[in-house]
């Protein structure tokens, strides 16, 4: 693997790192059962921490972020066959896990971080959870609980932090597959080259041997 690999390698393995230690707030949102308000505390902490923290924790983060895209780019500018797959399907994959970073974390930490702004309400995915709790109670005929209005209720602030738990393990599903095709591709490199190796030697072996056959001619 060359210093591009590395980038993209050592980009990814931080992210891994990042997520794994939001992992220890996350499980306990989405998969225990029932749901202690301590874990609703601990895992909101952790991500306004995050958001509210010195300058340097978000820019080391998309330094890290910037450093990977650098060397998928930086890959699949050799456009090789095997570049424009393995290494175009890795950005494609990384730039997922982009996505879905600045398209669902960031909004939600920072609805959590100002849980009053109505703004941000009205463009996270709490908006589209009212509307459908509205459809709901229309058609019930005033049956149903009615959608919630104004400020994020505490049962909204629980499924915001839910939404950041599970983005978590999509990006994580998504740079594991970054992981998979960047060694995928490694291991195709080096098969390669081995090939074009042993083909060498048969070459330079029957050389020699031709070589040898004509002076006992002679």
Request: aromatic share 10%.
């Amino acid at each position: 693997m060359g210093f591009r690999s590395g980038f993209v390698i050592s980009s990814v393995s931080f992210l891994f790192g990042v997520i794994f230690i939001a992992s220890i707030y996350d499980f306990p949102m989405l998969f225990y059962s029932p749901l202690e308000p301590s874990s609703v505390e601990a895992a909101e902490k952790f991500y306004l921490s995050m958001f509210n923290g010195p300058t340097a924790i978000p820019a080391l983060l998309h330094g890290m972020v910037a450093l990977g895209l650098i060397g998928l780019i930086a890959k699949l500018h050799r456009w090789t066959e095997m570049a424009k797959y393995f290494d175009g399907g890795s950005l494609v994959l990384f730039m997922g896990a982009v996505c879905m970073y600045g398209g669902v974390t960031i909004p939600n930490i920072k609805l959590l971080n100002d849980p009053t702004n109505e703004s941000l309400i009205s463009r996270s995915a709490l908006q589209t959870q009212r509307e459908a709790q509205a459809s709901l109670f229309t058609s019930s005929e005033g049956k149903a609980q009615p959608p919630p209005t104004g400020p994020m209720t505490p049962d909204e602030r629980v499924s915001t932090i839910r939404i950041l738990g599970a983005t978590n393990v999509i990006c994580v599903a998504l740079l594991a597959g970054v992981v998979i095709l960047q060694v995928s591709e490694w291991w195709m490199e080096r098969s390669e080259k081995l090939e074009a190796e042993q083909r060498r030697q048969k070459a330079a072996a029957a050389l020699s041997k031709v070589g040898a056959e004509s002076k006992k001619d002679q």
